[in-house]
Every structure is written in structure tokens, then in C-alpha cells.
């Protein structure tokens, strides 16, 4: 795997000069060409040995390239916020757009990198991280995100020798940094470790190429053409089929059938009840222990169900700084330059936060299933990538909840009604929902289907009658309020 | 001032309903009607006395209004990566596009309110302070993001019933906060303190609204009245004079023209200093003192002059985790929806870091100006605008520095055809650089009018020979490296 890199092989200057003209001409037509389409994101990953040169990928590909179109993406160790979040999450919130390109530094890769090069990794951390990789790297590659990812390598000689070169002179000494002094200590370590990430994380859709960079003329032309490559290739990635698509063919429970939509409060009741769910949430939101914590709720249900009267009475016991909602409809542009479930990451709150949706990435496979927006393969893969984001979201210290507010046909249909007849509700209520009214079992399978492949003990899904706003709302309530007091 | 809030004025429960209708029926066509428009944003400043029920304005217009285009924008006291920033800077961050409305909580009155309500106010402080709020709501104003605020009062007596009622029952005692207990002993001096805030910040394009906030219907009655009546507003708002335009009339000295082009430097000398730079560099941007500052260096220049080239001689010497490149170009349509300082003040970095701009808000003076894309007011207006931007940059411990590379027409036209000839350089030259050309009189005119009024002591424009390329290079990594030790 490294043995040409290893052997330091180099170009010399009229060797080089031959092949700059095509390559610079070729990387500027490819990039234009992937504007013009707009259809993909190309993220090229930097890793390799420190000391190989890394760095000089980003003015080599910001001087052959037109650099209005490139993004350096170079993170370091977690910090502040992004303690707070997925370790992801910094990579999904930088994404860049369709039509660009991203280099990116200190990459998803270096948790992995660092386990496989300790004196003795632990074989189950270094297959969680690679499985959480290719996850990550299907599930942008099937949206669109292509990922081609470098390693810099060469000998151990060429490694030292380069630099003592740079040491030997006060014009270069400064770009030795203290690492690259220490990768020779420990070469042998490295490239076995750098075996193991290769091996465990090259795939057709994201593969690793190596590159030779002992010579610069040769780490040049080598890096310049893996992304040629990468810029011309064309068509759908072939996906490994385990990451695919859901494939239970378990019977789908109807769970909106079996409901009990009679269920009711009494108006005194319910007063009563809901200020004093409303003091415990109040109470809990505002405990130490949140502090370490955030609150993702997440609104769905029929139209007219009532997640806006539900959301008012939430919020009602909060503080304004604690809280946002996303009201969800129509992805922008910039959005739809993205992965889908992208806007939804932007919008994760740090501790100590609540994080309300008004609708959800559940519109995957809901309205973009039922209203046949994405093909089916889509949305039959929509609940794996779901339940990985909300487990991610689980494990960062998140709480998440999820409601489906269900009302009757009749019931709705009386809303409707009466939403119609009032100056200042009928804004509420467009020809879609009238449509989608007339797709009242697509919808409710859809739901039902929704339920059963993603209601998972870390964010479960609460199925709340809501034929009577107060009974609803109290649900609601109290179940926020139950999780919040045993989590916390 | 409080004369009619203090008397605690209520609303009936059917005055109330008679109101509501026209009220909530108005709020909407408003905001439909702003939508279409999408030629203004409003914010709703919330602030008043703690315990009168400001937060329910989040419901209520949440409520009222279509939620989709609201947005909740609530601060608490600065944190995290905002302490590294302008305290302005969060703020700019989250304006809403036109067309929306934000509901604004902790808002930049705080550090006004609490300096006035002191014991011992410093009357120097407040007069800082608001002619600093002043500046920013009218260059807002002037942008199109029309602002109200709020200030929600009630008497003495009404705030401690208020308080004493809710206590009394455990459905409602936890919306008593211990602020609120605190208020009713230092009303008066809060009460006097309010005067000034108000006194020294109502204006004609962001006016203060009293709302009487003792009883429930009257609150949300007028608070919805006063966003009626703001969305409602149509036309220009009028700003006062000495915020509008640079009115100076000294005559403008030709720095163009009076640089030595001829400045050369020789090959072997450039490789050399040209190394010792980097390092010098190298060395600054690692130092623990960088740690509180940070670094944002804009360049701009005729077309051609090598902005691009001297970039990456000054990124050859960075980390990649610690510089971000911003390549400024026509602004997208998410930048067009907010004032044109927006996509910049986002691309401020925190402590520790660096911010090239190739290109910058300059082109608001320059491009904007010459290509008459906005009408003279505004980039008369910009000079002073921009100065303020920078100062506020500079006092939260950026270095400001401005590069200016200056090539003579000759020598662009050479480049320009050069560029023309080779294969991987001529998507660099448009037709409209060719355009620019023709303009080249008043292009020069726009920079000797931008660098006289905007070359200040915590910000200088470097005016950089870049007739040869490595001396100007040479100047510009001496200019950060000096800067950065004198600064260090």
C-alpha cells in the first residue's frame, strides 16, 4: 500500500512542466463543469505523515484552482460549542455547497488516526470508529457529498532528511514543527497504524489515494490529478448494500388505528394541571444538571392537530433564552445545496438549550415519501441515517422526544371548517392541506411506518391523542416534563 | 413618559374581543404584505421592567402572526466565542432576511439599562453607550431593517400585587423569578434610569412604544398595535443628518498616483527575506499573546495586481486550522436580504485567529460606487459606517490592516494579456475586467477618496507598489509581521 511512496519516487522539473499545462487546465474545466451542474459537493481530505507537506494542499489547489469556489475546512481538537454537540456535527455545519469544493484538515478521520497508532489500540474502539465513518461518508456520499481522501506519505529517510534540510536554514527552519520531529521516533508505529485506517475505510465511494511526497514535483502533480480524478468521475457511487436501505419486512403495526381519540380533560382540570406541569418544567429546565444536557422535542402530526398550541404551552414555562423553534416547510436553496438532514444539524442546541421543531427530518419519509418528491430508495434508507443521527444526538447528551399529534378525519375536518370561517386562522389552512387530506391512509401508513423503525428507547416516540387540544397538550407536557425529571 | 402605564389602565374582556379581530387580522395581511414586499426586516425590541410580562410577547405574536417568518433572537450575557467578538457581533449574526420579523430579548440595550439604573450612573458611560446604539439602529435603519421597541411598565403597586398573586398558588408561583422580587425595591431608581434610556434613544426610525403592562388584555393589546403600526410603516424612515453622509470637504490627495512603481526586488534577495518573513510570521501567530488578539487583513487592488499570489505567501506560513480565506464577490441572495456589512461581520474571527479578505466591504466604496449600483448617499454614508465597523473590530482585539496593491495601467495590461495567452489563466480575465479598465480614472479616484477617509491608526491602508510582484509580497508579509510584533 505504501510501497511507491515509500520508494520516494520523484518527477523532475521538465517532467513536471509537461504535465502542469494539462493538469491546471483540466482541474479548471472540471471544476466549472461541476458549478455548471451543481449537483456535488467534492470534499478532498488531508491526512498522511506530518512533515509530508499537507499543508501545501491548500495553496496548491487555491492557485490551480479558482479559489472562489474552494473552502479550507481545518478543525483542531473539540472545543467550547463544539464540545456541547456530536463530534460530527462541526463537519455537517461546514458543509459547503453543491458545486464546491472542500479541503478539509484535522478531518472526522483523526479519532481513528490516534487509536490505530497507540503502542497498543484496542481492535473494538478503532471498528466503532471506522463503522461510524462509513456511516457518516454513505450517507453524504448518497447525498450528494463526494469524498476523495489523500494520505502523504514517504520513507522514513526522506522524512528526516527533509527535515534537517528545512532545520539547516533560518528561511525554513520555522516549518519543522515539533511532531514532525516525532513521527520519525515513531514511523514504524505509524505506517502500521496508517494500515489499518486505510484499510478499514477505503470504499468505492470515498477511497484513499497516496501520495508520494518525498519529491515536491511529485506530491504536486499526484495531488492535483487524485483530484482531477475525482472532479471528472461522473454517475451515481455504488453504495454498500448494509447501509442502503432498511430491509425489515416486519408487519407495520397501526398504531394511529389503535388510538383512543375519546380520551379528554375537563377545562378546570386542565388549568390546574397544566401550571403545575408547566412549575416542573420550569423547574427542571433551569436545574443544574441541564446544564450538561439539551432538549430536542420534535413536533409531527396531522394538519390542524394542534403542535403550535401544544409549542405555546411548552414555552410558555420557559425563558427566552433558553429556547428555539424551527418551523419547518420547504428547504431554501441553500439547503437544498445540501444533504437533507444538514438544516436540521445547524439547529442542534448546546447544553443547557432547548431546541423545538415545528416538523422535523422526519419529513423524509412523510411528505417526500407520500407526496413522491425523492424515490423510494431514499426514504427506505432515510430511517437508518434518522436513527444514527438521533442516537448521535443521544449519546452528546441530548434528550430527544418526539411527538405525533393524531386527530380523527372528522375531527380535522371540523378544524378545517372552522379555520376557514375565522379572519384570522384561514391563513392556516391552503389548498395542500386539502390535498393532503385526500391522502389521509397514504399518510397515516407513512406515519405508522414512521413510527415503528424509529421509535428507539434514546428518542422515543410519544403517540398522543389530539381530538381534545387540552388532553394533548397536557401529554405533551408531561411527558417532557417525566423524561426531563428522570434523566436529570 | 410612564404617566399612562403607571395608572395601570385594563381592558375588558369585550373590549378586548372587539379589538382582537382587527388586530389579528391586521397583524397578518401586514406581514403577508411584508413578505411579497421583502424589502425590510423588523425587529421588536422587548425590554422594560422585569415581572410586567415581556415574554409573553413570544407567544403572542407567535400566536397572531404566521410563526414560520418569526424569529425568536434572545440573549443572555455575552459567552463563549462572543467574548472574542464586537459585543455588536451577535447581533449581526442572527438579523433575519427581509421580509421577516425578529422578536428580540436581552438586546444591545442591556449594558445601557444596567449602566442607568445604577445608584451612581456615569453620565459619560451612558452617553457612550447610546451614541453607540444610535449608530447601529441607524445604519440599520438606513439598510432596511426597521426597528420598535418595547418598553412593557407598570406601577409599583401593580408589579408587587402581580408578583404576591402568582406566589399565592404552586400553578402559577414559578413564574415569579427572583428578579422580579428584587424589582419592587429599586423601582424608582429603575423607573428614573428607564427615563434615560428612553430619552437618549427614541428616534423617528426606531421609536420607543410604552406599553401598559398591569393588565393582561391591555398588554397584548398594545403590543399588538404597536407591531401593527410598524409593519404597516411604508417609505424611507428619515435619519438624522449627522449619521447620514461624510460631509467633509477636504480636498482628496492623489496616493494613486504619487507611488513609486519602479520598487523592485531581486530574486535571490526575495527567497531569502522572503523566508525570514514566514518564519517571523510563523513564530507570531503561534505565540501565546495571539491567544487574546486576533488578525483580519483585507486586500484589495486593480484587477490583476496579485492579490491571490501575496495571499498565499502569507498563508505558506500558517496553520490551516488557523486562517479562513474570504474570496468577496457579488453578494448571494441570502447576503442581498440584510445590510451589506452582514456577510462580513459573520467572517469575523475569534481570538487566536487570522481572516484574510480577498476583496472586502471596501467594495461598497469602490465597485458599488463607480459601477453606480447604489445611489451616492449610500457609499457617502459607507465611509463613516465602515470606520465605525473597524473601530469596533479593533477594540475587542482584532489588528486591522489594509492592503492596497497598486499596479499601473501598463503593467495590467501586460498581465491581462499574459493571462489571456496561458491555458490555466484566463478564467481569471473577464470582459469585465476588461470593463473595469475602462474605468480606470474613477476607480482611482474611489480608492484615493476610500484610503483618505479610512485610514485610521487601529486600521491603515498599506498602499503597496505591486508592479513587481515580490516586492510587493515582500512589503505586505512585513507590514502583518511588524504589526503583529509591535502589537504582541
Not at 5 to 26: I, M, N, Q, W, Y
Not at 219 to 231: K, S
Not at 466 to 487: F, P, S, W
Request: aromatic content about 8%; charged content about 30%.
Amino acid at each position: 500500500m505504501f510501497a511507491e511512496a515509500e520508494a520516494d519516487p520523484t518527477l523532475s522539473k521538465d517532467e513536471f512542466k509537461a504535465l502542469e499545462t494539462r493538469l491546471r487546465v483540466g482541474l479548471l474545466n472540471a471544476q466549472y463543469e461541476r458549478l455548471r451542474q451543481a449537483d456535488k459537493t467534492l470534499l478532498v481530505v488531508v491526512a498522511g505523515i506530518d512533515g509530508a507537506g499537507k499543508g501545501a494542499t491548500i495553496n496548491l489547489l487555491n492557485e490551480w484552482m479558482d479559489p472562489r469556489h474552494i473552502r479550507t475546512l481545518a478543525y483542531g481538537p473539540r472545543e467550547g460549542d463544539e464540545l456541547d454537540r456530536p463530534p460530527l456535527w462541526r463537519y455537517w455545519r461546514d458543509l459547503p455547497p453543491k458545486g464546491s469544493t472542500g479541503i478539509v484538515f484535522g478531518s472526522w478521520y483523526t479519532p481513528l488516526v490516534i487509536e490505530a497508532v497507540r503502542k497498543k489500540p484496542n481492535a473494538d474502539a478503532i471498528e466503532a470508529h471506522a463503522a461510524a465513518i462509513m456511516r457518516f461518508e454513505t450517507m453524504l456520499a448518497s447525498e450528494g457529498v463526494q469524498i476523495v481522501k489523500l494520505w502523504f506519505h514517504l520513507s522514513a529517510k526522506a522524512q528526516k532528511e527533509r527535515a534537517q534540510r528545512l532545520l539547516a536554514s533560518p528561511e525554513t527552519a520555522w516549518q519543522v514543527s515539533p511532531v514532525d520531529m516525532k513521527v520519525n521516533k515513531r514511523f514504524d508505529r505509524i505506517r502500521s497504524g496508517a494500515h489499518v485506517v486505510l484499510n478499514h475505510t477505503d470504499c468505492g465511494h470515498a477511497p484513499w489515494v497516496v501520495i508520494p511526497s518525498a519529491d515536491e514535483n511529485m506530491r504536486t502533480a499526484r495531488t492535483a490529478e487524485a483530484v482531477l480524478t475525482a472532479l471528472r468521475r461522473r454517475g451515481v457511487p455504488r453504495l454498500p448494500p448494509a447501509f442502503v436501505a432498511h430491509s425489515s419486512t416486519t408487519r407495520i403495526v397501526d398504531r394511529l388505528g389503535k388510538l383512543d381519540y375519546d380520551a379528554k380533560v375537563e377545562k378546570e382540570d386542565y388549568e390546574s394541571e397544566l401550571g403545575l406541569l408547566q412549575g416542573r418544567l420550569a423547574l427542571a429546565a433551569r436545574s443544574d444538571k441541564f446544564k450538561d444536557r439539551s432538549l430536542i422535542v420534535v413536533f409531527e402530526g396531522q394538519d390542524a392537530a394542534g403542535k403550535g398550541g401544544a409549542i405555546r404551552r411548552v414555552t410558555h414555562a420557559l425563558d427566552a433564552r433558553q429556547f428555539d423553534i424551527t418551523p419547518v416547510s420547504a428547504p431554501s436553496s441553500e439547503e437544498l445545496a445540501r444533504p437533507y438532514l444538514w438544516r436540521f444539524w445547524r439547529r442542534i442546541p448546546r447544553h443547557g438549550r432547548i431546541a423545538i421543531f415545528d416538523r422535523s427530518w422526519y419529513g423524509r419519509v412523510l411528505v417526500e415519501r407520500v407526496e413522491k418528491l425523492i424515490p423510494p430508495a431514499k426514504w427506505r434508507r432515510a430511517y437508518a441515517e434518522i436513527n444514527d443521527f438521533e442516537e448521535q444526538l443521544a449519546a452528546s447528551g441530548a434528550l430527544v422526544l418526539k411527538f405525533w399529534l393524531a386527530v380523527t378525519p372528522d375531527e380535522q375536518l371540523a378544524r378545517f371548517r372552522e379555520r376557514e370561517k375565522s379572519p384570522f386562522k384561514n391563513f392556516k389552512i391552503t389548498p395542500d392541506d386539502w390535498r393532503n387530506r385526500d391522502k389521509w391512509p397514504e399518510y397515516s401508513a407513512a406515519a405508522n411506518e414512521m413510527m415503528m423503525r424509529t421509535d428507539v428507547p434514546h428518542a422515543p416516540w410519544h403517540l398522543v391523542s389530539a381530538n381534545d387540544k387540552r388532553y394533548a397538550r397536557l401529554q405533551v407536557l408531561r411527558h417532557i416534563v417525566e423524561a426531563m425529571e428522570n434523566q436529570l
